[in-house]
């Protein structure tokens, strides 16, 4: 069964002068325990459906339901907090907070607090491979790999079932974007989260389990 779905969605972003319409009537069904690579030109509306998925935004035409029910109909901003967790190219980390403070901040937007986040925190560093010496680190003294593996502990630490990826090895040299893919790898496979990565990278579309193709806001190919 699927836990997120798109039902015939569309959006336009409107302007003064213009409508674009980034997305054109993208239906699919994303399940549990898969990675999935949406690929396609800049401007394709990659991204754009993305932000969709994620309750940024609502489509213009169409759905989002995760587990069923219409993001249109949730409060989105609890949606985020607690059902999706968004993985930026840019990392997005807050750079007065160490490694620890950083993991622990969604959580304390769920009111967990004190001994108790900081357990979880330390389990879900641990599964990006970053141990005690990282804890008290602040992000400037970090590699941009090392960067991007406490942007996935983060969201990890929101108890996210779905994980959504804007190009998250974008910044990063062969190496390090392909730990950053491994790690995705297992937490789509070994447990169990629905792991979808926007990409301009090749080897992550050879390694999904699901590819999507779009173009002009369309998927022209899926496999």
Sequence with gaps: MSILQANDVHYTYKSKYQAVHAVQGISYAFEEGRLYAI?????????????????????????????????????????RREHVALICQSFNLFPLLTVLENVMYPMELRGIKGKAAKEIAVKKLDAVGLGESYHKRLPAMLSGGEQQRVAIARALASDARVLLADEPTGNLDTENGENILSILERMAHEQGYCVIVVTHDLGIASRADRVLHLRDGKIVDKH
């Design 39 to 79: 690929i396609g030109k800049s401007g394709c509306g990659k991204t754009t459906f993305l932000s969709l998925l994620a309750g940024l935004d609502l489509p213009s035409e169409g759905n989002v339901a995760f587990n069923g029910t219409f993001t249109s109909h949730l409060n989105r901003d609890q949606y």
